[in-house]
């Protein structure tokens, strides 16, 4: 590896500094590390430094340096001079999401900073800065249109603009129900801090939706903000270079308005005025690996420190969210009328129980449910049907020996794809050929079990013949621009009727749809998993939520969800449009049983060759616990028990309070590091443990 001139002289007499550097958790080695350096350098300057036999990146970390001036200490290799400093917000934001996720700064700065900063020398870099000058200007724009607001969406950019004057303002949740308008106050939102200089912060949850929000702020502000790479995004779908220009536009602050995914949340922004999470209840806002930190929450905390306004807007609020604002926390505003005067869709909720035993093509796609497709074909509307399961089928399998199309390396079955004729396991990756027989008996009868979105996607096209049926999923969408393409011709009305999973039914502005059905939602009425039915209702809320945005198709639009419960609240709530009751309901039963939002979760997982191995562990890590305040429960196999011939455990800690699970981690984490280092002959097949901070799925 190349390195720098600039300050490679060793030091004896020198100076120590604190650097921040990706140590592996596991070697103990988790505090920031001293170093010699011949010149001061400041807080937050990116340098290079040895450790062990490697040159990593490293942050000079605020604070004071630990040890003396010794021979011993190894000095900064280079230091990247071309480089701002990251700023004292920045780094206090690290220093609290580390301390908060149980991991170390190094660690957790070498996760979110661009990944191209770890391979460049500081001359490169510096060429890279100068190019970042150099980008020429864009056309100049139009003025833009600004659509009158509607009075709800008036009274909310008010309330937003009286926070951004506040010396500390406080959190607020924009409670508005979809196609009420809340990117407009979004929009209005943004001008107003970047009139007053600042930057501004837009998160989403989904890259999908990236494309079309960028289009949304830069037709709005590219008269505004004229300046190339005034507005970027940053999203892991950025080439690398592209993502550490971005990243470079918004740490000089050249970039005054930054959309991104969650790990924006990560960006140094030295003017940040305003943060905006849309869809902040949605689940992507968890990072699921390496430092599990929730975007939306950091957000929260990020916007705090820096006393600036954070907006967290939704239909269906987390119900974390929904009980801050409940109990005055965070401030609401509410969008109760979609714009236009669309109305909400009616919904119906077909009960498959009331079936003939014997009617209809299949039990998913019912008699009734094509009857009601076919009426809006030949009106020539378009409509929506979600099944949130990929494929063909989720499993194969042989009527005469029973044999099923498991996953030989995990607790799972592998899905049959019929459209390149394998069988896939949706955990591991392991792809084969579909057999021609049965692996087991050589049965040449096997036959796909269930329903995916592949095979709905066929049998509409079969039982409604000339209907132009298409499909968005992951499968259909794997390759560059395939989903812009496909939501484009959704647009220009080349789809009749459109299939796919979770992916289409968020936050698309889709103005031709009148009718959308969930064939077999049910599932998640009976998980372990208590945020379940939350899940559920956020995502019937939003699948609904994508038919009658546009008031002008002369039908009423329709949800159509068919369910074997009826009667079950979350449907009744759902058929009243009803989220502020579903929430009440939820919240009691959570307060009644002692879970979020009312008590504080963490997840142990540990990883293993063997179930048993897994399992010692745990229970050795529950042995070192100390707080009998904190309710340590059995340790239990993770859903998908086995992936990839790995056995997956996990142990929940619950405590009243968060700052009680705080320093009960902060004690425990140490000792579980030393624990799998000084036992490591017993946990030789535990291949990974971590801590999991506020876990989503349980
Ligand atoms: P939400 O995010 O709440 O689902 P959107 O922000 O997508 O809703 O708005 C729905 C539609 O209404 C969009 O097409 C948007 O351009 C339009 N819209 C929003 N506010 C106004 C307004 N004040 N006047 C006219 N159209 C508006
Ligand atoms: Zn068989
Ligand atoms: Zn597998």
Redesign the pocket.
Known sequence: MKCAESAVVEAPTGLVVRVAVDAPQHSGLNAPLDYASERVLASGSLVRVPLGKRELLGIVWPGDAIGEPAPALRPVTAVFDALPPLGPAWCRLLDFAAGYYQRSVGELASAVLPPQLRELSPEQLSARLRKLHKKPARAAAAEPVR????AE?AEAVARIQAQLAAPSPKPMLLF?V???????VYLRAAEAALASGRQVLVLVPEINLTPQLEARFTERFAALLPEPLAIVSLHSALTPAQRLQNWLAAHLGRARLVLGTRLAVFASLPDLGLIVVDEEHDPSYKQQDGARYSARDLAVWRAHDAKVPVVLGSATPSLESWQHAESGRYERLTLTTR??GGALPRVKLFDMKALPPSAGVTTALTAPLLAALKERLDRGEQSLVFLNRRGYAPVLHCGECQWKSDCPHCSAWRVFHKRDRTLRCHHCGFTERVPQACPNCGNHDIAPLGRGTERLEEQLAEALPGARVMRIDADSTRRKGELEAQLQAVHDGDVDILVGTQMITKGH?FRRIRFVAAVNPDGALFSSDFRAPERLFALLMQAG?RAG?DAAGESPAEMWVQTWHRDHALYQALARHDYVRFARDQLAERQSAGLPPFAHLALLRAEARTAEAAQAFLAAAAELMQDDGVLVYPPVPHAVARVADVERMQMLLEAPQRGRLQACLRAWVPALIALKRERSAEFRAVLRWAVDVDPLAI
Request: proline share 6%; no cysteine.
């Open positions: 659509p009158a607001l509607a969406q508005g979809t196609g009420s308008g809340k990117t407009e714009i236009g502005d939520g945005r």
